[in-house]
């Protein structure tokens, strides 16, 4: 089975251009959630949607950041403009069900911000 | 606030030398504790999901226990491809995942 895909995996960019980040999630999960991960914070939930609507985004950190889900086979994270301390692991999980079912994670998007 | 500790950050063990981790949480409402495993360039892998106290859960060499206040991850005769940073998580009422820092595993032949 497919899981979740995200592109690209590796993204160097220099500080004021716009970056885009993609998630595929797995087929049938109706649940989809965007995370940042440091060494200094670990694992960070930024947004998640629900059958493709936003209900939680008080983890986006600034308004440089926004995310979409225009279906509910893809999504988008969008930093415009970047800046170094965006650098990171970006990582999209997606869900089926409700509370209390496991989230599956794509490998991520290694984010690097000169 | 809900939080999550984890304990030790690092473990290093000799192939066959059992031990366990460790997941303090403080939560209103716990809907579930998950385990998950991270190897380096990868997205965490989901192992386990526990939801009362008193629950257990094994897969291969990795049983996981949960108390009201704590989880466990034994991890019996383990190999060197045990190798890996460990995660828990809690989620409490709504759908927010609360991670801990993880613990990075070294399993050495």
């Known amino acids: 089975d497919a899981g979740v895909i995200q592109s690209p995996r590796h993204e160097v960019t220099e500080m004021g251009q716009e970056v885009t980040l993609r998630c595929k999630p797995i087929?049938?999960?109706?649940?989809l959630f965007w995370y940042r991960q440091t060494m200094m914070r670990g694992l960070e939930l930024l947004i998640y949607?629900?059958?493709?609507?936003?209900?939680?985004d008080s983890g986006m950190p600034e308004d440089r950041f926004s995310a979409k889900m225009p279906n509910a086979s893809f999504s988008t994270l969008k930093i415009q403009p970047s800046e170094p301390r965006d650098s990171a692991v970006y990582f999209c999980?997606?869900?089926?069900?409700?509370?209390?079912?496991?989230?599956?994670f794509g490998d991520g998007t290694r984010l690097s911000i000169l | 606030e809900d939080q999550v500790t984890q304990s030790p950050e690092a473990l290093r063990l000799q192939e066959g030398e059992s031990s366990s981790l460790n997941c303090s949480y403080t939560?209103?409402?716990?809907?579930?504790l998950f385990w998950y495993r991270q190897d380096p360039g990868k997205g965490p892998e989901f192992l386990f999901t526990?939801?009362?106290a008193g629950e257990e859960k094994e897969k291969e060499r990795l049983k996981a226990t949960l108390t009201k206040k704590e989880s466990f991850l034994h991890i019996t005769a383990p190999k060197p491809e045990d190798s890996a940073t460990y995660l828990c998580?809690?989620?409490?009422?709504?759908?927010?995942?609360?991670f801990g820092a993880g613990t990075i595993l070294r399993v050495k032949s």
């Open positions: 999980a997606s869900r089926s069900g409700q509370g209390g079912q496991p989230q599956h």
């Open positions: 087929s049938g999960h109706n649940s």
């Open positions: 949607f629900n059958n493709n609507v936003p209900i939680d």
């Open positions: 939560v209103s409402g716990l809907r579930g």
């Open positions: 526990l939801y009362s």
């Open positions: 998580a809690v989620q409490a009422n709504g759908n927010k995942l609360v």
